[in-house]
């Protein structure tokens, strides 16, 4: 294998490997990118733009201007978005969901959130049913956490929900062929029946909110780029089954504390838990990839390299919301003005900070769970 084999970008639902370009994913995948145009449509309705979109972690989008062109004319939207629980959830994870709380406040709507612990268990092969399911109940305290409202946040844990699914999951998967389903998924004759079907259950949550309610209004989800393939199979027969297209809003992941890459559960050292202890946390930041030298000497000399430095990355997206301590931050880097030392400090305070204030709602969390979890 080449070096650049290594490095060839791979992003499916289930597999995301080597340098994500995400603007060949936009080509690729189809999406649209977020105009200024747009984002100031947006804006309009959030009391200015969040974070995330400013600093264009969210950066593509399906009909979001279909969307809002629908909201300003008096038909609302649902959100929707949802967790794979496999394992602990780590910050990477909270991102969206972060954002998605916003959007929730926002526009005063409301947001079905799918656990799917059936879906972990079809594709991995070692995975076991009740091992996911439980990590699904660890994993909503981690939402509930955020703050979402519990009047207007519903969880759906797919095992113990499917009664609710399984009507519109047969709606879907009839009118999905193998042969679009192998296209979008890369299904081969060795994937087994449970995957092969499985897709049809993520497209649900686009149009429960019909069946609960009788009203019929588009779903937004705001996801990372990586779903997206689901949401195109779930396009095409939105309309013949009576439905809005559910539109996308896309982030891109926020990366892991190694080399490249997104953060992922899979390599634990550079991955933030929301569980994680503060020596912990110190730890994994001590030693992240930075964009610093190899001595002290010859980073005052040159300076640093932001572009590349993981540390700077949870600045941009995360924790330095003041755009002039962002730029100041990166001119002193770059002209050799700060060592990776001191970011490196600054981030674990900044984590830790907000890891025990999180770990105290998680705890409260456990409290109120239950509400979260969607009725008949
Ligand atoms: N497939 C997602 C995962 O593995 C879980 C998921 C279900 C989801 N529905 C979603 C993610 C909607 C985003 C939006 O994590």
Same mark, same amino acid.
Request: aromatic share 12%; net charge neutral.
């Given at each position: 294998? *080449?070096?650049?084999?290594?490095?060839?970008?791979?992003?499916?639902?289930?597999?995301?490997?080597?340098?994500?370009?995400? !603007?060949?994913?936009?080509?690729?995948?189809?999406?649209?990118?977020? *105009?200024?145009?747009?984002?100031?449509?947006?804006?309009?309705?959030?009391?200015?733009?969040?974070? $995330?979109?400013?600093?264009?972690?969210?950066?593509?989008?399906?009909?979001?201007?279909?969307?809002?062109?629908?909201?300003?004319?008096?038909?609302?939207?649902?959100?929707?978005?949802?967790?794979?629980? +496999?394992? /602990?959830?780590?910050?990477?994870?909270?991102?969206?969901?972060?954002?998605?709380?916003? &959007?929730?406040?926002?526009?005063?709507?409301?947001?079905?959130?799918?656990?799917?612990?059936?879906?972990?268990?079809?594709?991995?092969?070692?995975?076991?049913?009740?091992? #996911?399911?439980?990590?699904?109940?660890? %994993?909503?305290?981690?939402?509930?956490?955020?703050?979402?409202?519990?009047?207007?946040?519903?969880?759906?844990?797919?095992?113990?929900?499917?009664?609710?699914?399984?009507?519109?999951?047969?709606?879907?998967?009839?009118?999905?062929?193998?042969?679009?389903?192998?296209?979008?998924?890369?299904?081969?004759?060795?994937? %087994?029946?449970?995957? @092969?079907?499985?897709?049809?259950? $993520?497209?649900?949550?686009?149009?429960?909110?019909?069946?609960?309610?009788?009203? #019929?209004? /588009?779903?937004?989800?705001?996801?990372?780029?990586? $779903?997206? /393939?689901?949401?195109?199979?779930?396009?095409?027969?939105?309309?013949?089954?009576?439905?809005?297209?559910?539109?996308?809003?896309?982030?891109?992941?926020?990366?892991?504390?190694?080399?490249?890459?997104?953060?992922?559960?899979?390599?634990?050292? *550079?991955? @933030?838990?929301?569980?994680?202890?503060?020596?912990?946390?110190?730890?994994?930041?001590? #030693?992240?990839?930075?964009?610093?030298?190899?001595?002290?000497?010859?980073?005052?000399?040159?300076?640093?390299?932001?572009?590349?430095?993981?540390?700077?990355?949870?600045?941009?997206?995360?924790?330095?919301?003041?755009?002039?301590?962002? +730029? !100041?931050?990166?001119?002193?880097?770059?002209?050799?003005?700060?060592?990776?030392?001191?970011?490196?400090?600054?981030?674990?305070?900044? &984590? #830790?900070?907000?890891?025990?204030?999180?770990?105290?709602?998680?705890?409260?969390?456990?409290?109120?769970?239950?509400?979260?979890?969607?009725?008949?």
């Amino acid at each position: 294998m *080449t070096d650049e084999d290594k490095n060839e970008m791979v992003v499916t639902p289930w597999e995301v490997k080597g340098k994500v370009d995400y !603007e060949r994913l936009i080509q690729e995948f189809g999406t649209q990118p977020l *105009t200024e145009e747009l984002l100031q449509k947006l804006a309009k309705h959030t009391d200015g733009l969040h974070l $995330q979109l400013a600093r264009k972690l969210f950066y593509s989008h399906r009909d979001l201007d279909v969307v809002l062109d629908l909201y300003e004319k008096g038909t609302k939207f649902v959100l929707y978005t949802g967790r794979g629980p +496999s394992g /602990p959830v780590h910050i990477g994870h909270l991102v969206p969901w972060i954002f998605t709380k916003h &959007l929730q406040e926002k526009f005063e709507t409301r947001l079905y959130f799918q656990m799917t612990d059936d879906e972990k268990f079809v594709i991995e092969d070692d995975a076991k049913l009740a091992e #996911n399911t439980r990590f699904g109940y660890e %994993n909503a305290l981690d939402l509930v956490a955020l703050g979402f409202k519990p009047e207007d946040t519903f969880i759906i844990y797919d095992v113990q929900d499917i009664d609710l699914l399984y009507d519109i999951a047969l709606e879907v998967a009839k009118r999905i062929t193998y042969s679009t389903a192998k296209a979008t998924f890369g299904f081969q004759d060795s994937t %087994n029946l449970g995957w @092969i079907f499985w897709p049809a259950i $993520q497209a649900v949550p686009c149009f429960l909110h019909k069946k609960l309610t009788g009203e #019929n209004v /588009p779903a937004l989800i705001p996801a990372a780029i990586d $779903q997206d /393939p689901f949401w195109r199979i779930t396009r095409d027969i939105a309309q013949k089954l009576g439905y809005y297209k559910p539109a996308q809003i896309h982030c891109r992941f926020l990366p892991g504390l190694g080399i490249g890459g997104k953060m992922s559960a899979s390599e634990p050292e *550079t991955a @933030i838990f929301t569980v994680d202890q503060p020596d912990i946390v110190k730890r994994k930041v001590w #030693n992240a990839f930075t964009g610093g030298k190899g001595t002290l000497a010859e980073q005052k000399k040159y300076g640093g390299d932001p572009e590349v430095c993981t540390i700077f990355q949870y600045f941009l997206y995360l924790f330095e919301e003041d755009d002039k301590k962002l +730029s !100041e931050r990166k001119r002193r880097c770059i002209a050799g003005e700060i060592m990776c030392g001191e970011c490196k400090t600054e981030l674990t305070g900044r &984590l #830790n900070k907000f890891l025990a204030e999180h770990q105290k709602k998680r705890e409260k969390a456990k409290d109120i769970v239950k509400r979260f979890h969607i009725k008949r």
